[in-house]
């Protein structure tokens, strides 16, 4: 029996945020379609599952094309191409950059190097976290390393200016780009206790206190 659609035809880039949040997590087309089918969306909507393949391969290729521009947000910001409301665009921004706390604590502090990229199928077995999300987060803090490594001025005012994120998430940026530029030894045993959170708080007030990257330097 034929499925029957409405069809309708705009401008505007659809975005659902839970099948996003499946493409960062890592799932495949096929394991995204079955955790939406466990989630009871087609007796929601009423369109069968060849239809919801349909629906969650297309939102696949639209993360995939946008995500060239989630690599350097104010180009997602003033593209054309893609007709997002701006408060869509900061949704996409934060939870590209969004991170893992299991997977940054087992990062902090290492070299941001193709050396510590060849140990992401480790991190990513210890973590329960998908290699393919280790390694966009991975990439992540390796960009914004790279781009405010050699900036003047506040640390965490210059991630802000340069990839949009929240204040929050700027700040905890803040701290991994002063761990991996630092290379303190934060992955001993003694140390294991210590959560991300407490080390981003180490890094605030060294950073307000102590560095070039103070506020207003």
């Not at 099948?19 to 989630?39: E, M, T």
């Not at 929601?44 to 947000?73: I, K, N, W």
């Not at 893992?100 to 199928?121: I, N, P």
């Not at 929240?166 to 905890?172: E, F, I, N, T, W």
Request: aromatic residues 12%; proline residues 2%; charged residues 25%.
């Amino acid at each position: 029996m034929a499925n029957e659609l409405d069809v309708f035809v705009g401008n505007t880039t659809l975005i659902d945020e839970d099948v996003y949040q499946l493409w960062l997590d890592g799932y495949s087309v096929s394991d995204a379609v079955n955790i939406r089918l466990k989630s009871g969306i087609l007796d929601q909507t009423g369109a069968g599952p060849d239809v919801l393949e349909s629906d969650t391969m297309d939102h696949y290729r639209t993360f995939q094309m946008l995500e060239r521009l989630l690599h350097y947000p104010p180009k997602l910001v003033q593209q054309l191409l893609f007709q997002i409301p701006p408060y869509k665009q900061s949704m996409l921004i934060e939870r590209y950059y969004a991170f893992d706390e299991a997977f940054v604590r087992e990062v902090l502090g290492k070299k941001l190097s193709k050396g510590t990229k060849k140990d992401l199928d480790d991190i990513s077995a210890k973590t329960g976290v998908t290699l393919k999300s280790c390694r966009r987060q991975f990439d992540n803090f390796k960009r914004v390393f790279k781009v405010v490594e050699e900036m003047r001025g506040a640390l965490v005012e210059n991630i802000q200016q340069n990839f949009l994120l929240s204040d929050k998430l700027a700040r905890d940026y803040a701290a991994i780009v002063f761990f991996a530029n630092s290379r303190f030894e934060t992955g001993k045993r003694k140390l294991q206790y210590l959560t991300f959170e407490d080390f981003a708080t180490c890094a605030e007030h060294l950073i307000q206190n102590w560095t070039l990257g103070a506020v207003g330097a």
